[in-house]
């Protein structure tokens, strides 16, 4: 029934107090939002109230007298039969939702709920049906199962990348790892092809490492990053942002490399770069496409987690195969280490034997003269070659410690050969090798170090001499090319291996088969050299055709490099007090708590003339100093009761004290034991072993003095 108006076929009242019941009626349904209308069991519409019209769109003139079907959709027909022949059966229809159409075409989705009409004898005359517009509650319940659907598919895509994650960190290689990324990658994104590009920090170029779908026309292409670089991935590095490329022929940004990628068979891209945890650049990686795309937001969130799991996975590989090398580089260094020390032992072992033989043949009472000075001259060399031993293994320790400072000045090449062909010149003749010397005609002069300069050179011409067998050709070559001066050393002995190349001039290195040569030596030559030149700010490289096959080492050094700081810490020269005259011997103390050393020393230094008195401790030196009154006291620095240093504090602070001269002798040689001895009062630091020489040389300039 209808507020508003009634049916021209009005249902028949028996009792008259009905009309108050349908008044109070239509007034309940003229007020409701609802659809309510009614109808005859065959469909016919009776009533039509105002939200029916609001509802569906026609006015109650429009819709009473038409079949309910105006409203309902095609496919919805056989659902109206169904309801209405349960309103014949005397059922009611509650809270069924279908689907009805509006005036104007729309679909909108209701809730139906169904009664039947009875007359007063209870006869069912027609249907009364409540229809409630529920599009809002449909919307929010389809808002909802959409959340869910894609809280699930969000769910499975994190399973999957956390199942992808797993698989990464499961790899055993670096290599296994960055293909395991690339197969990830390419799924996340539904890509088509994709590579992987590992940073070098040191060349600051981007190095394929993985790839997929490529054709190597693509990529053998180099690419550079550098800070100022306008390359996209160097921009991209830089910034840490991704790249999306979702059309290649529309990008403007991509122009420059448009060809290579139509080449390669791509029309759009997305990078990430690779950055570590701290945020360094470490790589890039990659995906392309073959049709113009554009990932989604879910996929790019995806992508941009395992592209930080990537990142780490990374960068634990490159630190776990620097771990690797350093380990492995400690364990060859050790073992070097350990073939050194064997070695040491061996070449300071064999200069002891002729010495013994030496002093034996001079103990024999039947020697002749020549046997006497022979077995002088075999102490003497051997004694030289120790000392050259030790004093190489000082020089590379001070240069490895960055404590040897170079004496620059002035130099003349030909004063420098000279010096260095003459320290080699025994070795040389030893084996009987040829020399061959080609200089420049016109003078060179540099700033350096000449003994040090000569010290590279000497260690080259004895290394050629060591390695060729005997009756050998060496030859020493120099030459000036622009602003550097070229010194080469080469020889036709055996040659270096190419597997030795590498290591050349690392310290304790040395090939192979030297060892059964008798002048192996410590295999710390060619690093002093490299360490030697590099100070002059040069560069020393070595060549060779393989074993057999000789060698050659070349010498780079600059011409006209400034001097360096002059040597800290070394004193003038001390005088004798007393005015002695030249000549005369002086007074000497000798103070060493190796009585041999002591006693020899002191032997030489009476058959120079001088007058001497020997100390075996510390305090009994200070005794006899002070009584002896000495011109110089050669004082070793340990001492079993107090050392050198404290000794000589001890003669400076007396008042006779001040004009002796102290020299030190003693096997610590570094900088800052030359300082510490110098701040104690040591007028001289002399590093045993000394040659009998330089401390009478020294002698004799204070004598003269």
């Not at 929010?140 to 598919?153: K, M, T, V």
């Not at 004063?415 to 420049?440: C, F, G, I, N, Q």
């Not at 055709?545 to 040597?567: K, Y």
Request: aromatic share 4%; with cysteine.
């Amino acid at each position: 029934m209808d507020a508003g108006k009634v049916s021209s076929d009005p249902v028949s009242v028996d009792e008259p107090d009905y009309s108050i019941q349908i008044a109070l009626l239509a007034a309940i349904v003229a007020s409701s939002d609802d659809a309510i209308v009614s109808k005859t069991l065959e469909g016919r519409i009776l009533s039509w109230n105002a939200g029916a019209e609001r509802i569906f769109g026609y006015t109650a003139a429009e819709a009473i007298g038409q079949p309910i079907t105006i409203i309902i959709p095609p496919e919805h027909l056989a659902e109206e039969k169904r309801i209405l022949d349960q309103v014949r059966h005397g059922n009611r229809v509650d809270h069924f939702d279908t689907m009805r159409v509006t005036k104007d075409g729309r679909r909108i989705p209701i809730s139906l709920t169904v009664s039947p009409v009875r007359n007063s004898r209870g006869v069912i005359i027609g249907a009364s049906k409540v229809a409630r517009d529920i599009s809002e509650r449909k919307f929010a319940e389809q808002i909802l199962l959409e959340s869910e659907r894609r809280l699930a598919a969000e769910a499975v895509a994190l399973a999957r990348l956390n199942e992808l994650s797993t698989r990464l960190w499961r790899t055993r290689s670096l290599n296994e790892g960055l293909d395991e990324i690339l197969t990830a990658v390419i799924e996340l994104l539904g890509s088509d092809k994709g590579n992987i590009q590992l940073l070098d920090p040191e060349s600051s170029r981007l190095t394929l490492r993985a790839q997929r779908g490529f054709g190597p026309q693509f990529l053998e292409l180099p690419r550079e990053v550098c800070a100022a670089d306008d390359f996209l991935w160097a921009k991209a590095l830089r910034s840490g942002q991704r790249i999306i490329i979702e059309d290649i022929e529309t990008d403007d940004s991509y122009a420059p490399y448009r060809a290579d990628a139509r080449a390669a068979g791509h029309r759009s891209l997305v990078a990430n770069p690779l950055l570590s945890a701290d945020g360094e650049p470490i790589g890039m990686v990659a995906a392309h496409f073959r049709s113009i795309h554009r990932p989604s937001e879910q996929e790019l969130r995806r992508f941009d987690l395992y592209v930080r799991q990537a990142g780490d996975f990374i960068q634990r590989c490159k630190l776990e195969q620097v771990l690797r090398r350093s380990e492995a580089a400690l364990r060859d260094a050790d073992r070097r280490k350990d073939e050194f020390l064997a070695l040491l032992a061996h070449e300071l072992r064999n200069p002891l034997a002729p010495i013994r033989y030496a002093l034996a043949v001079n103990k024999k009472g039947g020697r002749t003269p020549e046997q006497r000075n022979e077995a002088e001259e075999v102490i003497e060399r051997q004694v030289a070659h120790m000392s050259r031993l030790l004093d190489d293994l000082l020089d590379v320790s001070r240069v490895t410690r960055s404590r040897l400072e170079l004496k620059k000045s002035p130099t003349e090449l030909t004063a420098v050969v000279a010096s260095a062909v003459e320290t080699a010149r025994p070795m040389l003749d030893a084996k009987h090798h040829t020399l061959s010397v080609d200089l420049p005609t016109h003078a060179v002069r540099f700033e350096a170090d000449l003994v040090r300069v000569a010290q590279v050179l000497s260690n080259l011409l004895i290394n050629a001499a060591k390695y060729t067998d005997p009756g050998g050709q060496i030859r020493l070559r120099a030459a000036q090319e622009g602003k550097e001066l070229l010194i080469s050393v080469g020889d036709n002995g055996i040659g270096i291996a190419a597997d030795m190349m590498p290591r050349l001039f690392t310290i304790f290195s040395q090939a192979e088969d030297v060892l059964g040569r008798a002048e192996g030596g410590l295999g710390i030559g060619l690093s002093l050299v490299r360490g030697l030149v590099t100070l002059h700010g040069g560069s020393v490289e070595a060549r060779s055709d393989g074993p057999g096959r000789g060698s050659e080492f070349i010498v780079r050094l600059p011409i006209g490099a400034p001097a360096a700081a002059a040597q800290i810490g070394a004193p003038a020269q001390g005088t004798v007090p007393g005015g002695s005259a030249a000549g005369a011997g002086l007074k000497i103390l000798v103070v060493d708590d190796n009585r041999d050393a002591a006693d020899t020393c002191a032997t030489l230094l009476e058959l120079s003339g001088h007058h001497v008195q020997i100390a075996y401790t510390g305090r009994n030196a200070l005794e006899l100093a002070e009584t002896f009154r000495p011109h110089a006291l050669l004082l070793d620095i340990g001492l079993p009761d107090f050392d050198g240093y404290q000794l000589a504090k001890k003669i400076r602070a007396a008042p006779w004290g001040g004009s002796i001269v102290l020299i030190a002798l003693t096997g610590w040689g570094q900088e800052a034991d030359r300082r510490r001895a110098f701040d104690a009062g040591f007028d001289h630091h002399l590093t045993k072993p000394i040659a009998p020489e330089t401390v009478e040389s020294l002698l004799q300039s204070l004598n003269s003095a």
